[in-house]
T-cell receptor, first 115, second 110 residues
Framework: EAQVTQNPRYLITVTGKKLTVTCSQN?????MSWYRQDPGLGLRQIYY???????DKGDVPEGYKVSRKEKRNFPLILESPSPNQTSLYFC??????????????FGPGTRLLVL | QKEVEQDPGPLSVPEGAIVSLNCTYS??????FMWYRQYSRKGPELLMY????GNKEDGRFTAQVDKSSKYISLFIRDSQPSDSATYLC??????????FGQGTRLTINP
C-alpha cells in the first residue's frame, strides 16, 4: 500500500530533551516536506527536500533540523524542544520536484507535547 | 496580512444542502490552487486541484478559481454526513512554495 508513515504518533517530552520524528514513504517520491498544524494558524511548512541531500527552509524552520540521506526517509529533529513546539506535525511527499506540488501525500500526523 | 485567508468556521449545514467554502489570497504569483480534506485525527488528503480560472467538477465537488478577484471556492452538492471534515485551501507559486489556508471546519447534520 502506498503510504507515508510517521513515528511516533504521540509523544510527550520535556524541554531540552532531543527528539526525532521519523518519516518514511514507499512511493519513491523525490519531494518531501514537514509541516506543523496549530489552531488558527493552519499548516505551516517547516522544511522541505527536493531530493537526497537537498533540503531547504520553509516558513517556520527555527528550532528544527532535517536530513535526507535516503530517498524514502526524512526525519525531523528537535535538538532542544521548547513548549512553543507543542503541535501536530505532518510529513508529506510528492512525486514532482518542479512546479506542481499539488499532489502531496500526507502522513497520519505526530502529536507532540513539550512540557 | 496572511497570504491566504480562509474563514475557520465552524460551518454546520443539513444533509443535502449545497456547501460553499471560500478562500482569498493576496499573492498574484500563485498559479496552482488545491483543496484538501482533513478528517479528525488524520492527515490532509488532496480533493481537487486546478490551474486556471474557471470551474472544475469532480462528482459532487466543484472547484472555482477567479484569479482577477484572487478568490477560490469549493462547492459541495448534495452534502453527506461523510463530508464532515476540515477543508483546507492551498496554493502554489512558481517558487514551489505551498501555502495553506487555516481550514474551515464543516459539519453535515443528518
Amino acid at each position: 500500500e502506498a503510504q507515508v508513515t510517521q513515528n511516533p504518533r504521540y509523544l510527550i517530552t520535556v524541554t531540552g530533551k532531543k527528539l526525532t520524528v521519523t518519516c518514511s514513504q514507499n512511493m519513491n517520491h523525490e519531494y518531501m516536506s514537514w509541516y506543523r498544524q496549530d489552531p488558527g494558524l493552519g499548516l505551516r511548512q517547516i522544511y522541505y527536500s527536493m531530493n537526497v541531500e537537498v533540503t531547504d527552509k520553509g516558513d517556520v524552520p527555527e528550532g528544527y533540523k532535517v536530513s535526507r540521506k535516503e530517498k524514502r526517509n526524512f526525519p525531523l529533529i528537535l535538538e532542544s524542544p521548547s513548549p512553543n513546539q507543542t503541535s501536530l506535525y505532518f510529513c508529506a511527499s510528492s512525486p514532482r520536484t518542479s512546479g506542481q506540488q499539488e499532489t502531496q501525500y500526507f502522513g497520519p500526523g505526530t502529536r507532540l507535547l513539550v512540557l | 496580512q496572511k497570504e491566504v485567508e480562509q474563514d475557520p468556521g465552524p460551518l454546520s449545514v443539513p444533509e443535502g444542502a449545497i456547501v460553499s467554502l471560500n478562500c482569498t489570497y493576496s499573492n498574484s504569483a500563485f498559479q496552482y490552487f488545491m483543496w484538501y480534506r482533513q478528517y479528525s485525527r488524520k492527515g490532509p488528503e488532496l480533493l481537487m486541484y486546478t490551474y486556471s480560472s474557471g470551474n472544475k467538477e469532480d462528482g459532487r465537488f466543484t472547484a472555482q478559481v477567479d484569479k482577477s478577484s484572487k478568490y477560490i471556492s469549493l462547492f459541495i452538492r448534495d452534502s453527506q454526513p461523510s463530508d464532515s471534515a476540515t477543508y483546507l485551501c492551498a496554493m502554489v507559486s512558481g517558487a514551489q512554495k505551498l501555502v495553506f489556508g487555516q481550514g474551515t471546519r464543516l459539519t453535515i447534520n443528518p
